[in-house]
């Protein structure tokens, strides 16, 4: 498969991704054999994001790991509508990613790797089976409080396109409460897919996870104010979760002024980590 893109099977449908191959490019990562599976943001974030992933799974290749990215039922090239998926038909995506990376690359061992929704659904599929070492970045702790600012954002750019609010946010969530979809952003966000959005709460799902973990808080600036969510989702993990945190200027999952296609500070710290993993 290499770099190429290819279709893989989960139930009845068929998803599409890229296995990425290890590259001799650099020192190699000193732990033993894995492959790492990516797993992209929600809605638009997931576009904005698109870039930065591929450099990040380059990086991973580079440095002798194997590293698989793929598109979620109902999005980008993957077979199926948006309005199908659940949260729960995304759980099984990644088991059917997690799956194929394996029988492919002949290596046993999966690191799940997710930003924002991406990294809460990652962690939620670690829950299923034996828990893979995770990394998280800028995860979705709150389902209720990101739930919330889904809608808020898709508002707030709908006043900067039509100057006057057409509908209140109070409005889109009764909708969702009485079975209606809701066009976010150019997405129909279904009742199902709001609910189980909102279910979502990190910090009980994740409590005492048997195995290591990297929270990584990503700011804009040095003297930015620590996250204190991030922190208390850390904390209820327990020993084998790192905290750190990696300063970009530009966000990176939300389209700025300029394109981005790498984040160093990001790369640095998921390589540092990946490092440590086979330490005691």
């Known amino acids: 498969m290499g770099d190429r893109g290819e279709f893989f099977p989960c139930g009845s449908r068929r998803l599409y991704g890229f296995l990425h191959e290890p590259r001799a490019a650099e020192t190699p990562l000193a ?15 997931r576009q904005d994001a698109h870039p930065f992933l591929r450099s990040l799974a380059t990086r991973v290749c580079a440095r002798g790991l194997w590293a698989m990215r793929f598109d979620l039922h109902g999005c980008g090239d993957s077979e199926g509508e948006w309005e199908e998926a659940t949260v729960e038909s995304w759980l099984d995506d990644i088991a059917a990613a997690c799956d194929f990376a394996r ?9 799940l790797c997710g930003l924002r929704f991406g990294a809460s659904l990652a962690a939620l599929a670690s829950t299923r089976g ?3 070492p995770l990394a998280l970045i800028q995860p979705v702790v709150k389902g209720t409080t990101y739930s919330m ?13 039509t100057r006057k609010a057409g509908v209140t946010r109070d ?5 969702l409460r009485l079975g209606q979809n809701v066009n976010v952003f150019g997405y129909q966000l279904t009742a199902a897919q709001f609910d189980g959005v909102r279910a979502v709460d990190l910090t009980r799902t ?3 996870y048997p195995a290591r973990a990297l929270v990584l808080d990503v700011v804009k600036t040095p003297t930015a104010r620590a996250s204190n969510e991030l922190a208390a989702l850390a904390a209820a993990m327990g020993a084998g979760a ?9 966000p990176l999952y939300v389209e700025g002024k300029v394109h981005l296609t790498r984040a160093e500070q990001v790369e640095l710290a998921l390589l540092g980590w990946l490092e440590t993993l086979d330490q005691p």
């Open 31 to 45: 732990i033993a054999p894995a492959v790492v599976v990516f797993v992209h943001p929600f809605m638009e974030e």
């Open 103 to 111: 029988a492919q690359s002949g290596v046993g061992r999966v690191i």
């Open 130 to 132: 034996e828990p893979a």
């Open 149 to 161: 600012d889904v809608l808020r954002a898709y508002l707030a750019a709908e006043m900067v396109l």
């Open 171 to 175: 409005a889109l969530v009764e909708r």
């Open 206 to 208: 994740l409590a005492d």
């Open 242 to 250: 790192t905290l750190t945190r990696a300063v970009e200027p530009q």
